[in-house]
């Protein structure tokens, strides 16, 4: 079955930086767009960052643009997020999404990103 890890969350000083990873089975990765979401306490989910199959082009919210960087290693299943000059208004739980189809969204179960000093 289609499985998502989150891994590399944590707690960060304002300005630092993570790098956040999901690895993925259970589907041919290398097909399919991938994308980070996260969810903010009080707050709806709201997608991040995302990737084409190809990593042929990327698509972030204005909120990260020029801060965060989404990747992908289509050889070790695995999507990255890499994040720089965290702000605290960054922290959220971190989730790892794969649409298979219209219909068929999976997701991992997230990591918490805290950026606190």
């Known amino acids: 079955q289609v499985q998502l890890v989150e891994s590399g969350g944590g707690l960060v000083q304002p300005g630092g930086s993570l790098r956040l990873s999901c690895a993925a089975s259970g589907f041919t990765f290398r097909r399919y767009a991938m994308s980070w979401y996260r969810q903010a306490p009080g707050k709806e989910r709201e997608l991040v960052a995302a990737i084409t199959s190809a990593a042929g082009s990327t698509n972030y919210a204005d909120s990260v643009k020029g801060r965060f960087t989404i990747s992908r290693d289509n050889a070790k299943n695995t999507v990255h997020l890499q994040m720089n000059s965290l702000k605290p208004e960054d922290t959220a739980v971190y989730y790892c999404?794969?649409?298979?189809?219209?219909?068929?969204?999976?997701w991992g179960k997230g990591t918490l990103v805290t950026v606190s000093s």
């Open positions: 999404n794969a649409r298979l189809t219209p219909v068929m969204d999976y």
